[in-house]
């Protein structure tokens, strides 16, 4: 399913309240009625709480929870439950609240990792299992490897977007590793539904959503069980990863796309620190106008060998580009994996510049003469990698203007390709 010319913005909701006057109306006159709703189901919670972990894992504390979860607004149902395979030991969701997993274990008995957060307390009360130390993504998935060989622990429940979505228009790309765990998984399509305000918003905390789920009159979590998927023979993790994706964006009506949890973060960080006036759309090209590097298994730490490569090969481009800033840089590395071609798109325009990484009078279109000679004289690399364009010369005459844009674009070229030569020969 290819998608659409869209950006990230329609994958999450940066807004909680709609942007409709009648609705905005109708919350107004509701929250008296919601705010009393807050208080009654924060002490019927603890009472959810309560029991849950006093009942043993078992049909009889599900059917209890679930009628509970009830009162809380929180309603739970399923489609074709008798597609649930009982050798299935893992279960593949979308995500799109922070409380998923809790919604799916009120159906079946499973288990979800916790793979962000520090371990104690607050992990376990959310229901999600401790796995202990885990450095990186080859030992988080040993790990699952051997929970899943003992038949006596209930079937694991992963996410492999790794963000959360608002489910109405696309899938971000599913990560590879929970696809290395077995060659059989179910998938699990899940949609969610709330009145007057938006179901989840990005950058939000698990508690914050909690008390919008009790101030709303009710949630709806629409469970729907998928046939369970086999690897094919010779079929690599990222394949199998890319097709049961394709599966459950068909299944669930939306489009399946390449971006990735890390391209949320890049959002969400343009949209903290970017005026509402200053955002330009984001164009085709952020799903999937370019090729994107095939995902690993890398280390989850900041050490990460794939995040040192790509930051080599911004330094590059950065001495090329001084005065684009390295998040454009490394944003358009993870999508084209390639320096040539990273210089390109940043000459040809291809990539927005954001308004932070824009200085008042700077320009890539018009260095001076003195600039230009010195980024193409091979003995002064220090000063053409340290200048910065200038809008001083500008021609009076189109052509002019056209030609002396394609000189500067062989001389950047040819600077580029003596750097990479230069950084790989030392």
Request: with cysteine; hydrophobic share 45%; aromatic share 8%.
């Amino acid at each position: 399913m290819d998608p659409p010319a869209s950006g990230p913005e329609r994958l999450f909701d940066a807004h909680r309240f709609p942007s409709d006057g009648f609705l905005l109306l109708a919350l107004l006159l509701y929250a008296p009625v919601g705010l009393c709703l807050l208080l009654l189901r924060l002490f019927i919670g603890i009472h959810v709480f309560l029991v849950s972990c006093a009942l043993p894992d078992s049909l009889l504390r599900r059917f209890i929870v679930r009628v509970m979860c009830s009162v809380l607004g929180l309603f739970v149902r399923q489609s074709d439950p008798h597609l649930r395979d009982a050798n299935v030991r893992v279960y593949i969701a979308n995500h799109v609240t922070h409380f998923d997993h809790s919604v799916i274990s009120l159906l079946t008995s499973c288990n979800t990792p916790a793979l962000n957060g520090t371990p104690g307390f607050i992990c376990w009360s959310r229901g999600f299992m401790e796995l202990g130390a885990v450095g990186s993504r080859a030992e988080l998935v040993d790990s699952l490897k051997v929970y899943s060989s003992h038949g006596g622990n209930p079937p694991l429940l992963l996410f492999p977007e790794e963000a959360a979505t608002n489910g109405r228009v696309g899938l971000l790309r599913f990560s590879s590793w929970p696809f290395s765990i077995l060659d059989m998984i179910q998938p699990v399509a899940l949609q969610v539904q709330r009145p007057l305000i938006a179901v989840s918003v990005a950058d939000s905390s698990w508690i914050t959503e909690l008390f919008w789920t009790f101030f709303v009159p009710f949630t709806v979590y629409q469970v729907r069980w998928m046939p369970p998927v086999f690897r094919q023979a010779d079929e690599l993790n990222e394949e199998f990863a890319l097709r049961v994706q394709e599966l459950l964006a068909v299944e669930l009506g939306v489009i399946s796309t390449r971006l990735t949890a890390a391209d949320k973060a890049e959002h969400m960080k343009r949209l903290r620190h970017t005026p509402p006036h200053h955002l330009a759309p984001a164009s085709s090209q952020s799903l999937v106008a370019r090729p994107r590097a095939s995902p690993s298994l890398a280390g989850v730490g900041p050490l990460a060998d794939e995040d040192v490569r790509i930051t080599e090969m911004a330094q590059r481009v950065k001495e090329v580009l001084p005065h684009v800033s390295l998040g454009t840089i490394r944003r358009d590395l993870a999508q084209t994996n390639c320096v040539d071609t990273t210089i390109a798109n940043l000459l040809e325009g291809r990539v927005p510049l954001l308004p932070e990484d824009k200085e008042p009078e700077t320009g890539l279109l018009a260095p001076s003469t003195s600039q230009t000679s010195a980024a193409s004289s091979p003995q002064c690399p220090a000063a053409s990698s340290s200048s910065k364009p200038s809008m001083k010369l500008f021609a009076k005459s189109p052509v002019e203007r056209h030609l002396s844009l394609q000189e500067r674009k062989h001389v950047l070229y040819a600077y580029a390709r003596r750097a990479r030569v230069q950084c790989d020969l030392g």
